[in-house]
T-cell receptor, first 116, second 114 residues
Framework: AQTVTQSQPEMSVQEAETVTLSCTYD???????LFWYKQPPSRQMILVIR??????QNATENRFSVNFQKAAKSFSLKISDSQLGDTAMYFC?????????????FGTGTRLTIIP | EAQVTQNPRYLITVTGKKLTVTCSQN?????MSWYRQDPGLGLRQIYY???????DKGDVPEGYKVSRKEKRNFPLILESPSPNQTSLYFC?????????????FGPGTRLTVL
């Protein structure tokens, strides 16, 4: 079974600064996907970024980038030039590659507050 | 607009009173799934369905039932709700074809069982 650990329950940062959210995971799978989801106060689950484990290059989406360390089983999210709209709960998630259950295994979340 | 809808969005009920939370998607997706979100636990999968009439248990299926009679609908049934089923529930769907299929989440249903 897979597990995902987010060791920072809460974080806060000043607007325009950079913040890094940590995530580690445990799996015996070699091929899988990793995700960061954002959950704002509206509770909607929004996909922020995706990383394929077979790709060495770190994924980037505008101000969001990841540091994927496969050997260390680490997958951190960096938010640059943070904005007030980034205030949300962030979940790290794992999905193994198969043609069956597309289950996402989530971490416990990090509540991020951007301070004006 | 492509979307996953859930109803109701909020529900307060009492122990033992059967209820159904509906989930519907308009993207012709084959795969659908239910999660519950609890503080300190993240989201956990309850049930999933790979196609019509094909359903299976996730990690926390106890106390829940599902059905998939039509491709677009995947209702979650609580036959005899208990207070430990108080939670935030999400339905998700994806096309179910290929190696990676983005999952689309519904807006969530906040359930309180007294």
């Amino acid at each position: 079974a897979q597990t995902v650990t987010q060791s920072q329950p809460e974080m806060s940062v000043q607007e325009a600064e950079t913040v890094t959210l940590s995530c580690t995971y445990d799996t015996s799978e070699n091929n899988y996907y990793l995700f960061w989801y954002k959950q704002p106060p509206s509770r909607q689950m929004i996909l922020v970024i995706r990383q394929e484990a077979y790709k060495q290059q770190n994924a980037t989406e505008n101000r969001f980038s990841v540091n994927f360390q496969k050997a260390a089983k680490s997958f951190s999210l960096k938010i640059s030039d943070s904005q007030l709209g980034d205030t949300a709960m962030y979940f790290c998630a794992f999905m193994k590659i198969n043609f069956g259950n597309e289950k996402l295994t989530f971490g416990t979340g990090t509540r991020l507050t951007i301070i004006p | 607009e492509a979307q996953v809808t859930q109803n109701p969005r909020y529900l307060i009920t009492v122990t033992g009173k059967k209820l159904t939370v509906t989930c519907s998607q308009n993207m012709n997706h084959e795969y659908m799934s239910w999660y519950r979100q609890d503080p300190g636990l993240g989201l956990r999968q309850i049930y999933y369905s790979m196609n019509v009439e094909v359903t299976d248990k996730g990690d926390v299926p106890e106390g829940y039932k599902v059905s998939r009679k039509e491709k677009r609908n995947f209702p979650l049934i609580l036959e005899s709700p208990s207070p430990n089923q108080t939670s935030l529930y999400f339905c998700a769907s994806s096309s179910g074809v290929g190696l990676y299929n983005e999952q689309f989440f519904g807006p969530g249903t906040r359930l309180t069982v007294l």
